[in-house]
């Protein structure tokens, strides 16, 4: 739909953008997309849609319109149909869960939005907070509105850069996205889709390469990447996403516990729900996995001695293997970074309850010196093992259920 009929028939309606959108159910982000030109080729049912609020008429004429001796429609009516593409695009690579989205409606329009808007988006935070989850979901309204589609590449399944040489991993990574958007589309192409570079921090160096290869090739294309650690992409959008607060958090092991187990009510239970998403530090996905454990465990047992964590692991064999279960995917995380790191974490686990700011560490001096601190400190922070409040004066606070691995009995080896 060409964007500036649509502005100027939104203006002559005397329709603000969000009335448009309440009225025809097409998003906000959508609307302001059509009237910047970023959106080539819509949906045609999304025209459909918004001209039946717009311009009833106008939507009849296109349908009735002439046609040429090859049935094509002609005049007005040709010029249109050119800038309405298919349905969305096909997708290819893993699809998101079936299981609904609790308490992540905003991230996920908001990601969607940058996903169309930017060339390069960048999804981190800790593991299990649910950064593919949010990202595939994004992808799903995002891809609608991007010729051709959306395409997903596990990248976790590539060797990390300390297993293998750097231009060995490029290659690997180079050739998962060719084998799914084809040669050559992956060589160079006009191809219009979102690209999602999933489970991205074990390769920091690989990623930017990866990113400047494929876009020198295929401009067209938008890549959203899922990341622990951030890699450092020029010009890359950067989204942190937070564990769920107390009230979502609770609402997810609710909804995971009506689907898994339909007759185990707890929702009378609120106080000691709230003290065992607490103890999961609000991440999504070891909530999933405590539901699961309710099944056969009472909810006393997972609250006994704060060890809840201990207790849960997933089967799923769907997943990678770090995720299986929270001791190995805080392991993955450390072997991201050095021993240093892992010396000043086990530290920090068996000192400091709460927040903190750097000069309130008690390290050994001998050990450590206070510029060496700050720069371990960014990178724990960088690699989502640390929580950073930016107001103000900057404090960091570890996840509850890390302090948990380290500092707890049989604490994690290595550590």
Request: hydrophobic share 45%; charged share 25%.
């Amino acid at each position: 739909m060409n964007d500036n009929l649509l502005l100027r028939l939104r203006l002559q309606s005397g329709m603000t953008q969000e009335e448009l959108s309440e009225r025809s159910g097409i998003s906000v982000r959508t609307i302001r997309n059509f009237e910047r030109g970023l959106i080539q080729r819509p949906r045609r049912s999304s025209v459909d849609m918004l001209l039946d609020v717009l311009d009833p008429s106008l939507k009849e004429k296109l349908r009735s319109a002439p046609v040429d001796d090859l049935g094509m429609p002609v005049g007005m009516a040709a010029e249109w149909l050119k800038l309405v593409g298919p349905e969305p695009g096909v997708w290819r690579g893993s699809r998101p869960p079936r299981s609904s989205l609790v308490g992540r409606r905003a991230e996920t329009e908001l990601l969607a939005g940058l996903a169309v808007e930017q060339q390069v988006v960048i999804v981190t935070g800790p593991g299990g907070v649910g950064k593919s989850r949010v990202a595939l979901a994004a992808a799903e309204s995002a891809g609608s509105e991007l010729r051709d589609g959306v395409a997903v590449v596990e990248l976790g399944l590539i060797p990390g850069e300390r297993d293998l040489a750097g231009p060995a991993v490029l290659e690997l990574a180079e050739q998962a996205v060719a084998d799914l958007l084809g040669e050559e589309a992956a060589a160079g192409g006009r191809q219009q889709l979102l690209l999602v570079l999933d489970n991205a921090e074990h390769l920091p160096e690989t990623v930017p390469l990866l990113v400047d290869w494929l876009l020198a090739r295929n401009p067209g294309v938008h890549v959203l990447v899922t990341a622990r650690r951030a890699p450092s992409v020029d010009g890359a959008v950067l989204c942190e996403l937070a564990p769920l607060g107390p009230e979502a958090a609770v609402e997810l092991l609710l909804e995971r516990l009506r689907t898994g187990c339909p007759d185990l009510d707890l929702s009378a239970d609120s106080e000691r729900l709230i003290a065992l998403v607490g103890l999961l530090d609000g991440l999504p996905r070891l909530i999933e996995f405590a539901a699961h454990r309710l099944r056969m465990v009472p909810l006393e047992s997972l609250l006994a001695d704060g060890q809840a964590v201990r207790l849960l692991s997933s089967g799923d064999q769907r997943t990678l293997p770090h995720q299986r279960t929270p001791e190995a995917s805080l392991r993955w995380s450390l072997d991201l970074l050095g021993r240093r790191h892992e010396r000043l974490l086990a530290q920090l686990a068996r000192g400091s309850r709460g927040s903190f700011r750097v000069g309130e560490l008690e390290v050994d001096p001998g050990e450590f010196s206070e510029l060496e601190v700050v720069g371990l400190l960014a990178d724990l922070a960088e690699t989502s093992l640390l929580q950073v409040d930016r107001s103000g004066q900057y404090r960091y606070r570890m996840l509850r259920h890390v302090r948990t691995f380290l500092d707890g009995p049989g604490a994690l080896a290595g550590a």
